[in-house]
């Protein structure tokens, strides 16, 4: 089963920049569809982006054209690439895998059979 470790994290101002991370071990990455979920303090979890085993992304309609999911599949890393961030993007991200593509593609967190422990984005106004 593969291991998921997520790193990136930080505190920025309202308009700034963050790249998460999201490095996958002890199973071949291929096989699994990626994604990221994140939990605000206080609310539900929510999918944010996810790309599945033929590379196709999907957003949350929250974060379209202002976050990008992108993969390395020879590092067998995941990235989040948040741009023009918002105190309302403050949570907890979560990186994620499953075996099949239906997380990745309804962006379910639940769906998700593996998860990391987590990252703080913290987004001040």
């Known amino acids: 089963q593969v291991r998921l470790v997520e790193s990136g994290g930080g505190s920025v101002q309202t308009g700034g920049s963050l790249r998460l991370s999201c490095v996958a071990s002890g199973s071949t990455y291929r096989t699994y569809c990626m994604g990221w979920f994140r939990q605000p303090p206080g609310k539900e979890r929510e999918g944010v982006a996810g790309?599945?085993?033929?590379?196709?992304?999907t957003y949350t309609d929250s974060v379209k054209g202002r976050f990008t999911i992108s993969q390395d599949n020879a590092k067998n890393t995941l990235f989040l690439e948040m741009n023009s961030l918002q105190p309302e993007d403050t949570a907890t991200y979560y990186c994620?895998?499953?075996?099949?593509?239906?997380?990745?593609?309804?962006?379910?967190?639940?769906?998700?059979?593996?998860r990391g422990k987590g990252t703080q984005v913290t987004v001040s106004s």
């Open positions: 790309i599945d085993k033929d590379e196709r992304i």
């Open positions: 994620a895998a499953d075996l099949g593509n239906w997380a990745c593609k309804s962006l379910d967190w639940t769906q998700f059979s593996i």
